[in-house]
């Protein structure tokens, strides 16, 4: 018996699709919220901007090369 393709997406169930795509959109507003939150209080000091600052720019470098590598070459 097949099943009814209404019911699945991407090979999960409609309502899995559904939760997982939710969470992707209001984690990171959350996360944001938050963190807007903790600098407003105090919480977050200049070493914890130079620790993202020093990890975010090279993982996006990184990320950068590694898909201008795999898809133009």
């Known amino acids: 018996m097949k ?19 939710l969470l992707g959109v209001t984690v990171p507003v959350v996360a944001v919220v938050i963190a807007a939150i903790l600098t407003r209080n105090r919480l977050t000091t200049w070493k914890d901007i130079a620790i993202f600052a020093g990890t975010y720019i090279p993982m996006t470098l990184g990320v950068t090369i590694g898909f201008h590598r795999m898809l133009a070459h």
């Open 3 to 21: 099943p009814d393709k209404r019911r699945f997406r991407a090979g999960l169930p409609v309502a899995v699709d559904r939760v997982v795509t």
